[in-house]
């Protein structure tokens, strides 16, 4: 496949960043386009019928094409709309939440908010850094295992200190073939873990919403610096304050329950992977917040002993709630539940259960948490009808 070159123009971009277009009767997705592009394009693969192939040539660039400020950009993987302009890339995440719960939820709606981020450059407070044999560091090439190495000056979605620590780091430290995990804490420090020639730093403290959180190896902490503080405001504002019993699942660190716990009666934060909790508990003591409590286990275990609880903060991995989970959450009858999704189709599937239960949606909060990317971050409230 691949060697003959065929023509069509993209229609729109869907979600995972591929421009849709038609070739005669089948389907076809390509990365790195843009909407309204006429290309030349070869086929990768074919599946049932659709295309999935590569551009060979913009024959007629969208309006909404611009010159990727990044040489690597297309061969990297960690971006896929550096070829968009800002305006147009936040378009394209908005259009992608709302088609996604149109056709998957039947809700027809419009953003209640959309909150673009400070800067598309520089607000990313961790990566994961590959290593090629040769101990070049870089990101993986899209859908491959093959490490393309960064440009120089660094990846421009890191902040400046972050580019230059990974750039300084001494070749016969790098694994070959490994990865290396690199954090910017709170102190402006970058933290790096899986080098050679020294021992991984134990916690590193970050901070968000006046907190302060020691985040272990494992734990997961939003990485948008710039946006941390809002995001945590305008889950706060969704209907939580004066609440009695807070539920928060898949709290990580802590990273909403704390916050939350200022303006409700109790809150209790529930999260797989221990080292998360010990780490959430002890950032409640840091913060002497009292009124919170943790659970180690799996939200669909520890849902169903629950009891007595008015709101849920839900904020899952991009598979969404298990339907345990969220059978859980619906016999808790809760009077507000707000999801917290990095994922458009799996935020479609969950808003849909949650209506069939009765709950009314309250509003889809567009927060684009990760420029550059397809990826982006929907808040959305939901009150019991």
């Known amino acids: 496949m691949g060697s003959t070159v065929y023509t069509t123009e993209i229609q729109k971009i869907v979600y995972g960043g591929l421009g849709l277009a038609f070739h005669e009767e089948e389907t076809v997705f390509l990365p790195y386009a843009a909407p309204g592009d006429v290309v030349e394009f070869s086929v990768v693969k074919r599946k049932k019928n659709c295309l999935f192939g590569r551009i060979d ?22 971006c896929h709309f550096l070829h968009l302009d800002e305006a147009n890339e936040l378009q394209v995440k908005t259009e992608t939440v709302l088609e996604n719960l149109s056709r998957i939820a039947r809700i027809r709606t419009g953003a209640a908010s959309v909150v673009a981020s400070p800067s598309r450059s520089g607000y990313r407070n961790h990566c994961v850094v590959h290593v090629d044999a040769e101990r070049r560091t870089g990101f993986l090439r899209r859908e491959s295992n093959e490490v393309v190495a960064f440009p120089p000056g660094g990846c421009l979605l890191l902040p400046e200190e972050m580019r230059e ?9 790098l694994p070959p073939g490994g990865e290396v995990r690199v954090r910017m804490d709170r102190f402006g420090a970058i933290n790096f873990r899986g080098l050679l020639d020294r021992v991984d730093p134990p916690d590193v403290l970050m901070e968000a919403g006046g907190m302060l959180f020691p985040v272990s190896a494992d734990a997961f902490f939003q990485v948008n610096r710039l946006l941390n503080d809002e995001l945590i405001s305008l889950v706060l504002s969704l209907r939580l304050g004066g609440r009695r019993r807070l539920l928060d699942l898949y709290c990580g660190v802590g990273f909403f329950t704390l916050p939350a716990a200022r303006i409700v009666g109790e809150a209790i934060g529930v999260e797989r992977l221990r080292e998360a909790v010990k780490d959430a508990t002890a950032a409640a003591h840091l913060n002497k917040v009292s009124n919170v409590r943790f659970r180690a286990g799996r939200a669909e275990d520890l849902v169903g002993r629950m009891k007595d609880i008015d709101a849920v903060i839900a904020d899952p991995p991009r598979s ?6 969220m059978a859980g959450i619906l016999r808790l009858r809760p009077a507000v539940v707000i ?10 599937r969950d808003t849909a259960r949650l209506v069939e239960a009765g709950y009314v949606p309250g509003g889809f909060h567009v927060v684009d948490l990760f420029p550059g990317t397809y990826h982006v971050e929907t808040v959305a409230l939901f009150t019991r009808g």
């Open 165 to 173: 620590a990974i750039a300084a780091l001494p070749a016969d430290a």
């Open 320 to 325: 969404g709630i298990p339907k345990r989970a």
């Open 339 to 348: 999801l917290v999704s990095c994922d458009p189709p799996t935020l479609a």
């Open 57 to 78: 040539r913009v024959v007629e660039p969208s309006p909404a094409r611009r010159e990727p400020a990044c040489p690597v950009f297309g061969d990297c993987g960690g």
